[in-house]
């Protein structure tokens, strides 16, 4: 087998515009699917550039080019103080911003950001990992139900037309 290399790493702050045009590819894809799950406000350069500094932005490579997008941290929506969690005991990762450019989706990319977002948070020594996604996303709702994520309710943010699902893993120590 040769020629295949994805790598996942910490984003670099000079890969901004990269990024932004993942982004772009992404929210185009998304509204041309009838979902206003991202605009030109959201996710921004600001949002981004505040996760390059932080070091919580990661990029999957594949062969050089830049195919994949997650961001890692500990900020979560407040929205979520209503949801009934599984693991009560923290600390938890919050995933977010999980994006694949259009032209490298259906390769295993987000799988692989996923099962990276996993290890990063057992060998972190987070207790569950925690995230929210679209209810008009139906293919990451798919993606997140066979990852054996669980469904623990819905939340909703100002601007947008649909509740937004939010999911929980809990990790066995």
């Given at each position: 087998m040769h020629g295949v290399t994805i790598a996942i790493r910490a984003g670099q702050q000079d890969e901004i515009e990269q990024i932004m045009e993942l982004i772009a590819r992404c929210v185009q894809v998304m509204q041309d699917g009838g979902s206003d799950q991202w605009d030109e406000s959201y996710p921004n350069r600001?949002?981004?550039?505040?996760?390059?500094?932080?070091?919580?932005?990661f990029v999957c490579e594949d062969n050089g080019a830049l195919t994949g997008i997650i961001v890692l941290d500990e900020n979560q929506a407040e929205e979520y103080e209503i949801i009934h969690w599984e693991q009560t005991q923290g600390p938890h990762l919050i995933m977010h911003?999980?994006?694949v450019h259009p032209r490298a989706q259906g390769k295993g990319i987000a799988r692989k950001l996923i099962a990276y977002a996993e290890d990063y948070a057992l060998r972190g020594g987070y207790t569950s990992i925690r995230l929210d996604t679209y209810l008009k996303n139906a293919s990451a709702l798919k993606l997140y139900k066979s990852l054996e994520y669980d469904l623990r309710g819905e939340v909703n943010f100002p601007g947008r037309t649909a509740a937004f699902p939010v999911f929980e893993k809990v990790l066995s120590r």
């Open positions: 600001e949002v981004i550039s505040q996760d390059l500094e932080r070091g919580t932005l911003r999980l994006a």
